[in-house]
Every structure is written in C-alpha cells, then in structure tokens.
Antibody, heavy 124, light 110 residues
C-alpha cells in the first residue's frame, strides 16, 4: 500500500524559511515522479511543484518560482520542499503527491496518491 | 481565478444524477490534455476519482463517469448518495508544462 507521510509544517514569520519532508513507502520511490500540491484555508487546490523520477528535472508554479525548491533522496525514500521568503499567501496545507509514472507527461500528469498533508502557517 | 472553471456548487436529491462541468481553453483541455477528477471529503485529503478523461481507479463506483469534448469536460454522478457529498476538483495540464486545477465544486445531497 502506498503511503506518503508529510512532516515539517508549522508556524513561521514572513520572510522565514521552512523545509517540508514526505516519507514514502509501499512503492519504488525512485521510479515515480513526485510533487507538492497546496490548499489554502477554505480554498481550492493549487499545484506547487513536481520532480521527475527519470532525470530529477523540476517544475514550479509561477507563484512560488524562485522561492521554493523541490528535491528528493531516493536512498531515504523522501521528498523535500525547501521554502524561503515565506509570505502570508503561502499559508496552506501542503500535500505530497505521487504521479503514476516516472515522467510527468501528457498521459500521466495526474496524482494517484496523496499524503494527509502538513499545515504551514505564515503570520507575524 | 483558476484557469479551469467549475461551478461553485451543485446539488441533488438522493438517487438523482448531477453533473459538474470543467471549462478550459485551447492551451489545456482543448490541446488534447487529459482531464482528471479528485474527490475531497470533508476534512480529508483529496483522492483520485477519475483519470484519463473517463477511467476509474480501482474501488471507485461506476456511478461516477467522465467525459470530454473540445475545451470542456464533465463529471457525472448517477444515483447520488449521501456519501458523495464532497468537493470535486478537475485537473489537467497545459502547454507550459504546468499542472492546472479547477476551482472546485461542492456537491450537496439534499
């Protein structure tokens, strides 16, 4: 059974940094593209970032580009999201997600597994 | 403002059929990218409900069906049940390699 367990969320002040982790199990982590999706309180879903399981290439939403870095450690089966220069607008539950293939492509650009989410609150 | 447009809410009585639309553009749905749907029960993480326009993951009842035409897609729920009360999100991809979500539709069972 696929399991994605996020951690690292919390309350931070504007301008600070935070690193989220997602420990994966139940599948061969390095064989799949992974990503992050967030949901602000009472709002809809927003894709944040993706990383290819094929070559480690990354993509970012325009709203976070330059401030957020996604990475993975296949030896630890863990996905990371390093967030810097955090803003109030970054306040959200951050979900770790798994793609059904090792590349994000036309036919496989969806999320077949989701973690339970970790809450990031940015407030002074 | 989401790139994919969904109605904020739909409702129906138990046993009825409801549909949720998802309207995009020639840069995403109209460019041939698949549409996928997620169900988010209250206070829960989203769950994949439909992928590749009209394919159901294992365990999803056949009361749920998907379709796509042109720049729009639809999710239909037939034989609406109380347990179907949730938020539903469509999702696709675009030519700039971005993943797109609709704004979400709240389904209420009357």
């Amino acid at each position: 059974e696929v399991q994605l367990v996020e951690s690292g969320g919390g309350l931070v002040r504007p301008g600070q940094s935070l690193r989220l982790s997602c420990e994966a199990s139940g599948f061969t982590f390095g064989n799949f593209a992974m990503g992050w999706v967030r949901q602000a309180p009472g709002r809809g879903l927003e894709w944040v970032s993706s990383i290819s399981g094929y070559d480690g290439s990354t993509q970012y939403a325009d709203s976070v580009k330059g401030r957020i870095t996604v990475s993975s450690d296949i030896f630890k089966n863990t996905l990371y999201l390093q967030m810097t220069s955090l803003r109030a607008a970054d306040t959200a539950v951050y979900y770790c997600v798994k793609f059904p293939n090792y590349v994000v492509s036309r036919s496989f650009a969806y999320f077949d597994s989701w973690g339970q989410g970790t809450l990031v609150s940015v407030s002074s | 403002q989401s790139v994919l447009t969904q109605p904020p809410s739909v409702s129906g009585a138990p046993g009825q059929r409801v549909t949720i639309s998802c309207t995009g553009s020639n840069s995403n749905i109209g460019a041939g990218y698949d549409v996928h749907w997620y169900q988010q029960l209250p206070q829960r993480a989203p769950k994949l409900l439909m992928y590749g326009d009209n394919s159901r993951p294992s365990g999803v009842p056949d009361r749920f069906s998907g379709s796509k035409s042109g720049t729009s897609a639809s999710l239909a729920i037939t034989g609406l049940q109380a347990e179907d009360e949730a938020d539903y999100y469509c999702q696709s991809y675009d030519v700039t390699l971005n993943v797109l979500f609709g704004g979400g539709t709240k389904v209420t069972v009357l």
